[in-house]
């Protein structure tokens, strides 16, 4: 019989229900979880694909020491031994954690007591400083926690939405479906989307505003002193349960449009139209994401948000409050248990010498961390200037994701001794481990994990662990036992560590703290199997204390008071002549972070399968540059690029916008953030991922190619590639100079063919004119085309020739022709990557009366099941007659 268990999507912060069932052969599937309160029932591209990502292709199975199979007591040991080292000889702040909002909260929890309450340092980060930190300080400041206030259900009760920095549609898909739902409901629901580029979320949009970068301060603190100027504080509010309200006033300076409009390159009419939506809206949220958070002044544009929901006593409310939406499954649990460096456990603060005593006390440690610990660009900083001489990372690959990232791969070349705990054995971090440990990834972990409204969820295993893959909090508490620790980290179980990390929270609360989850403090193993999704806080011996915080005007400062914060416009230049362009980083609809995952599916590289720059028409056509051709970017660090360019219209001028998936396992030249410097915010230490200063120009190259085969690739001699999973094996494009063996023989010995193998096809052009296919028998095992310009070939049709026979002449000859039969129309670029939809195929169906989105659904499938796609298909509608789509 197949087996049903519920659990919760790995990938963004939506935190998703998942019902994964296990068949009778071992084969799994996956759907929404209805009944789960985040999603109910929905699930997005990502999402409905997890049964795809779940291979043992790359595992890291067993310990490796130096590139050599070990066991795990020696492999353990090794790493306790040189970790004790490092403090004895140069004390505890000589070694470092770099952890990762992709652990779940018991591997947190043990970690950050093994480094704080035992070694003694608060050298521990995580890969949410790049996600959430300024999110942090601005809570903090504002309210005296890390308090996000309300919950989904706002975005639907809301009659105004401000969507801040965040492509909603691409990085939290099914909470952008529940907001389009809301909106088609209550068609007078106005959204307003704040963002230099015109992302799929203005799809649904009322009002686009596309400032230029790090305008939004300018922007928010016109907002509050229009607030002021029109009488629409809430003054009473504002009065009893705040402070510091004119000198945020004051800091905002001017509200008239013009003013506003010149500091945020934005048309004066559209200043003053969202001010008065705004003004004239009591239940308003204003959601906001990396856009805000991944600047140098992440924390100000955070609490310039924040001071116009106070100033109009809109917090805490059905359908009102500033809403931080987390990039990660479970940075909120890692912030729960004090993941950061300038955190500790359950939202106490290193700061506060009471706090760190209690956190002494509960742990009954040897030791407490009394100072901040290094941040995570701090951190490597510190790894590459020696003062650092152990390292461990965890399930995160920085050398791809931080900035500066050429620096950051050398810094741990160099470091004495590192640590790597991953699923994976080749990624461009694990590549540079001294020892590998191997971790158990979605499907074999059992934990919890929080979302961006508080909501805690079960992560339930229903696979056997691989090999000797162990949890990482198992790895860490053994390492523990081997520094002298065993009593503390005598753990069995995830349900032991949830449950004391819930006695923390309610130890000597009473109130005082936000996070509160003391109910569970007893949980048994039973409790824990069956525990049902829910938000904190959760006191201890009382009732749930409600969805939402701050309504009753209560924040968690010493007096009780929220904070209004002052903040200044940043006026700061990073362009000049060499360097003319603002660089901006993110996602891309189908991927997430480094591919580690979603790179295992074919069908969600069928959307986009290669790195590219999205470059304004004008800026393309000043530099010479066609959509589809390579372009180049460098920047200050010395960083440099080899893309694709997608000329659009979306993008503004003067600024590009390229994605972070890309890594060294995937493209010969496309870790981006080895372009943008380590400028930070002061307060939160959170990177500038988004404002860098570029270089843009055309990349030549003698040939450009595209192949597939049923084998992965292992010696790929271009100066461009790309490689991505298709059905039954792989497609790359290329970019370079023909392989100095000629291309048979490369083609040959790169997907180690057999050599009884049957090649047809032919080469001309020295080199630059080539269309090559081999056989064995009927099965096609690669095909390679070469052009000395970007290649016309049909990837859809041609990817879908790996899976079919070929038994005779004349099929093998449309292999060379690179396009389908008459009768076999070309699906066109795939759009809709849970279904295999491609543009062509909507183009043909809008051509026949479908012309709206939902008869195209109707008719082809495309955008019926997670939706995402559903923008992108408007887009074709509306290129295609003259009033936009429905």
Not at 496 to 502: L, S, T
Not at 587 to 610: F, I, N, P, Q, Y
């Amino acid at each position: 019989m197949p087996v049903e268990t519920r659990t919760t999507c790995p990938y963004c912060g939506v935190g998703c229900g998942v019902i994964a069932t296990v068949d009778e052969k071992g084969d799994v599937s996956v759907r929404g979880d209805p009944d789960h309160p985040a999603n109910f029932g929905r699930l997005c591209s990502k999402g409905s694909a997890l049964a795809e990502t779940l291979d043992m292709d790359g595992r890291a199975l067993y310990p490796m020491i130096r590139g050599r199979r070990a066991s795990w007591d020696i492999a353990l040991d090794t790493v306790a031994s040189a970790f004790s080292a490092a403090i004895r000889d140069h004390g505890p702040d000589a070694v470092a954690f770099y952890l990762s909002g992709q652990l779940l909260t018991e591997d947190y929890y043990v970690a950050n007591k093994l480094m704080k309450g035992f070694i003694g340092s608060a050298n521990i980060d995580t890969n949410s400083r790049l996600c959430m930190a300024s999110s942090v300080a601005g809570h903090r400041r504002a309210f005296g926690s890390d308090t996000v206030p309300g919950t989904y259900e706002d975005l639907e009760l809301a009659d105004l939405v401000v969507l801040v920095g965040s492509n909603m549609a691409w990085c939290h898909p099914v909470l952008y479906q529940r907001l389009a739902a809301a909106k088609a409901a209550r068609p007078a629901m106005q959204v307003v989307v704040i963002d230099p580029r015109r992302t799929a979320s203005s799809d649904l949009a009322d009002l686009h505003l596309a400032l230029r970068p790090d305008g939004d301060v300018a922007l928010f603190n016109g907002l509050l002193a229009h607030l002021a100027y029109t009488g629409h504080i809430d003054q009473d509010f504002v009065a009893a349960h705040t402070n510091g309200f004119a000198g945020a006033l004051m800091a905002a300076g001017q509200s008239e449009p013009a003013t506003v409009a010149a500091a945020t390159g934005l048309p004066a009419p559209q200043v003053r139209q969202f001010f008065q939506l705004f003004s004239e809206t009591e239940k308003v949220v204003t959601c906001y994401s990396q856009g805000v958070n991944q600047s140098s002044v992440g924390s100000d544009k955070v609490n310039a948000i924040i001071n116009c929901h106070l100033a109009t006593g809109r917090i805490g409310r059905p359908g009102m409050g500033p809403f931080s939406l987390t990039g990660q499954p479970n940075a909120m649990g890692g912030r729960e248990v004090g993941g950061l460096a300038n955190m500790l456990a359950a939202h106490m603060s290193i700061e506060d010498a009471q706090d760190r005593d209690r956190v002494q006390r509960f742990w009954q440690a040897p030791a407490i961390a009394d100072h901040a610990g290094l941040k995570a660009v701090d951190l490597f900083e510190a790894v590459a200037d020696g003062r650092i001489k152990a390292l461990w990372i965890m399930s995160t690959n920085p050398v791809v994701s931080m900035p500066d990232a050429d620096r950051v791969k050398a810094a741990i070349e160099a470091c004495p001794f590192v640590v790597v705990s991953d699923i994976e054995t080749e990624t461009d971090t694990a590549r540079l481990a001294h020892v590998l440990l191997p971790a158990i990834g979605w499907g074999e972990k059992n934990g919890t994990v929080t979302n961006s409204e508080r909501r805690i969820s079960r992560q339930r295993a229903f696979l056997p662990l691989p090999g000797e893959a162990r949890p990482d909090w198992w790895q860490m508490a053994e390492v523990g036992r081997r520094l002298g620790f065993a009593d503390a980290f005598a753990y069995q179980a995830p349900h032991e560590i949830f449950a004391e990390h819930a006695a923390l929270s309610a130890f000597e609360n009473g109130g005082s703290r936000d996070f509160d989850i003391g109910a569970y403090a007893g949980a048994t193993e039973t409790d824990y199997a069956a525990l049902q999704p829910f938000q904190w806080p959760q006191p201890q011996d009382s009732a749930p204390s409600g969805q939402r915080f701050f309504g009753d005007g209560r924040f968690f400062h010493s007096d009780g008071r929220a904070r209004f914060v002052p903040v200044t416009t940043n006026t700061e230049t990073r362009t000049s002549p060499a360097f003319p362009f603002v660089l901006n980083t993110g996602r891309v609809r189908d991927h997430w972070h480094t591919m580690t995952r979603t790179g295992k599916s074919a069908r969600l590289s069928a959307h986009l399968a290669e790195p590219f720059a999205e470059i304004h028409p004008e800026d393309a056509a000043a530099q010479g540059i066609s959509d589809a051709d390579l372009v180049e970017l460098q920047s200050t660090t010395g960083g440099r690029v080899v893309v694709r360019a997608l000329v659009t219209p979306r993008q503004a001028a003067g600024a590009v916008f390229v994605p972070m998936h890309w890594t060294d396992e995937t493209a010969a030249c496309g870790r981006i953030d080895a372009l943008i410097p380590g400028r930070r915010d002061r307060l939160s230490g959170q990177p500038a991922l988004k404002h860098a200063a570029v270089s843009l120009r055309r990349h030549a190259a003698p040939c450009q190619g595209f192949a597939i085969s049923i084998r992965k690739p292992d010696h790929l001699p271009f100066t461009y590639w790309a490689l991505a999973r298709c059905e039954g094996g792989y497609r790359m494009e290329l970019a370079g100079a023909a392989p100095e063996t000629g291309w048979q023989p490369w083609l040959q010995t790169a997907f180690d063919l057999p050599p009884e193998a049957e090649m047809t096809g032919y080469t001309a052009r020295d080199g630059r004119d080539v269309r090559l296919a081999v056989f064995a028998a009927d099965r096609l095992l690669a095909l390679l085309f070469v052009s000395d310009e970007p290649v016309a070939v049909s990837r859809p049709w041609a990817v879908e020739q790996l899976a079919k026979p070929h038994p005779d002449r004349r099929t093998r000859g449309r292999l060379i022709a690179g396009r389908p039969p008459a009768d076999q129309p070309d699906k066109g670029a795939i759009l809709c990557s849970c279904l295999g939809i491609g543009v062509n195929e909507i183009a043909i169906a809008a051509e026949s009366g479908c012309l709206s989105v939902q008869a195209i659904g109707a008719r082809t499938g495309a955008g019926t099941n997670c939706g995402s796609c559903r923008p992108e298909i408007r887009k074709i509608l509306q290129s295609m007659q003259p009033i936009a789509a429905e």
